[in-house]
């Protein structure tokens, strides 16, 4: 047999049906959320089993040195894969960072056979495609506790802790979102790294795209200035802030490592799908947690039993239309099939 890479679509390969689902699920996963939208992933299918790769060339130093941000957007695309496979009625195998000498070797799914249909796998798979990052200041009404509840069922579910930000806590997050940005914006080298994943300069199938950067407006806690122009209206301005009802939660892990950076991104995935279906929109906040200071600071305000992973910003939609979805890359590119090339068969079979 000769194996080949299922990338030119001229080439007559055979796939097998298994490498076949596998790749369906892999290509769902780059609807992904990721860290300025770098999908930092990499997909190789062969026979029974999708290997789960970090690219670390997609990895942005100035605000992610560790990998960490990187590693739970890969998180992300691991827990899509797997909710478009259960979807499908696949059952697989999980292992996640399987090999210590091989560290960007994230994780490896092996297909062990079908799962009944369930109507919960249906209508995550339905949030994939709904979902979006929503920036748009949120409606006046909050989220619903026991809906909040459910979303923080959703992440436990998915191995991580969510924490829900109280009222007395708010002060902190806002805190550290406004120290953040401030370290960031005096960053050169933020400022440059964001120039190249954000506008006119963004290469195709990548990045942030301005129209899905909402206005800022005074907000009680701020979120990340995309645009890079200045620090925007502060609530202190007297202007009336907007985006007052939101929820924040803390997706947080009992150690900072990487196998934990891993589950804390299919956390992640599970609570933004979950929210999604629950007609809720979503933003990730990782401003919250690049700059050590804000870290520690949200760290202090867990009672420093958790380390946190990455805020999410959860409300009802505001009014007016949604933000569009942003691009994702080709397939191909962050999808790798391995097939039979389907001459070498015909000549085994004396033809
Ligand atoms: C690890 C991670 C960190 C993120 N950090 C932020 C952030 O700080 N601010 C923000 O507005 N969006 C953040 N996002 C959302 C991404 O920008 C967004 O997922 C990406 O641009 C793709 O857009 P989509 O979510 O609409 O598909 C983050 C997403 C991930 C997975």
Redesign the pocket.
């Known amino acids: 047999m000769v194996t080949v890479r299922h990338i030119d679509p001229d080439v007559p390969i055979h796939v097998e049906p298994i490498s076949r689902i596998l790749a369906r699920a892999a290509v769902t996963a780059l ?7 770098t999908q930092p992933w990499h997909w190789r299918i062969e026979h029974d089993t999708a290997k789960l790769r970090a690219d670390r060339r997609r990895q942005l130093d100035p605000i992610d040195p560790d990998g960490r ?1 990187l590693t ?2 890969c998180g ?1 695309a691991l827990h899509h894969a797997r909710v478009a496979l259960a979807a499908e009625g696949a059952d697989v195998v999980v292992e996640r960072l399987p090999r210590d000498d091989d560290p960007d070797l994230l994780a490896t799914l092996r297909y062990t056979g079908v799962v009944p249909w369930s109507s919960t796998a249906q209508r995550l798979r339905r949030a994939i495609q709904v ?3 929503d ?1 748009r200041p949120f409606d006046v009404k909050p989220v619903p506790e026991h809906v909040a509840d459910r979303l923080r069922a959703a992440a436990r579910h998915a191995g991580a802790d969510m924490h829900l930000v109280r009222p007395k806590d708010l002060t902190a997050v806002a805190v550290a979102a406004g120290h953040a940005a401030a370290a960031e914006r005096a960053d050169p080298a933020y400022r440059a790294e964001l120039a190249r994943w954000t506008g006119a300069s963004l290469a195709a199938g990548v ?2 795209p301005l129209d ?2 909402a206005a800022l407006g005074a907000r009680p806690v701020p ?2 200035d ?1 645009t890079g122009v200045d620090e925007g209206p502060s609530i202190y301005s007297g202007e009336d802030p907007v985006d007052r009802a939101a929820s924040y939660g803390v997706i947080v892990t009992d150690v900072d490592e990487p196998a934990a950076w891993l589950v804390a ?1 299919e956390a ?1 995935s599970a609570v933004l799908l979950a929210a999604t279906a629950e007609r809720l929109a979503t ?6 947690v ?1 700059v050590r200071s804000a870290r520690d600071l949200l760290r202090r305000m867990l009672g420093n039993v958790a380390h946190p992973v ?2 999410v910003r959860i409300g009802i939609p505001g009014p007016g239309a949604l ?1 569009p ?2 691009p994702r890359r080709p397939a191909a590119e962050a999808v790798e099939v391995l097939g039979e090339l389907m001459v070498d068969r015909h000549q085994a079979d004396g033809g």
Request: net charge positive.
């Open positions: 609807r992904a959320p990721s860290i300025w939208n941000l739970v957007s992300a979902r979006r990052t920036r990045g942030v899905t950067v979120i990340r995309f991104g992640l933003s990730a906040m990782s401003d919250l690049e990455i805020g933000p979805h942003s």
